[in-house]
């Protein structure tokens, strides 16, 4: 049974093998929404908890960060957080996606 979005959004996790339990579908649709085709999604899915766990993510969060939303301050979410965290990755991974294909092409268009 999966996670409501706001039960989502409280959860900071403890260690990575956690992050990926609990976040991996919400990256997954992230992924997708940013336009990486569904064959490529499970590889960016992997790519991204990597990457995120080489840069220490857990330990950048700050539970007391504040920020202003529709004029109020407000704490930062983790998975607000995260998610500024996953589309940068997805927009690298696009463009990797895309010069990858752009290559296939012109190996398959040579005589």
Do not use: W
Not at 48 to 55: E, F, W
Not at 79 to 106: M, N, P
Request: aromatic share 6%; proline share 4%.
């Amino acid at each position: 049974m999966g996670l409501a979005s706001s039960d989502l959004a409280n959860i900071v996790p403890a260690d990575m093998d956690e992050l990926a339990r609990v976040y991996r579908d919400f990256i997954l649709g992230m992924v997708r929404k940013c336009g990486i085709p569904d064959q490529e999604a499970q590889d960016a899915v992997q790519y991204i908890l990597l990457q995120l766990g080489k840069t220490g993510v857990i330990a950048q969060f700050d539970p007391e960060h504040v920020t202003e939303h529709q004029g109020k301050l407000v704490k930062t979410k983790f998975s607000t957080f995260l998610g500024a965290k996953v589309l940068l990755y997805c927009r690298g991974e696009r463009g990797r996606i895309g010069r990858r294909a752009s290559h296939e092409l012109q190996i398959l268009d040579r005589p």
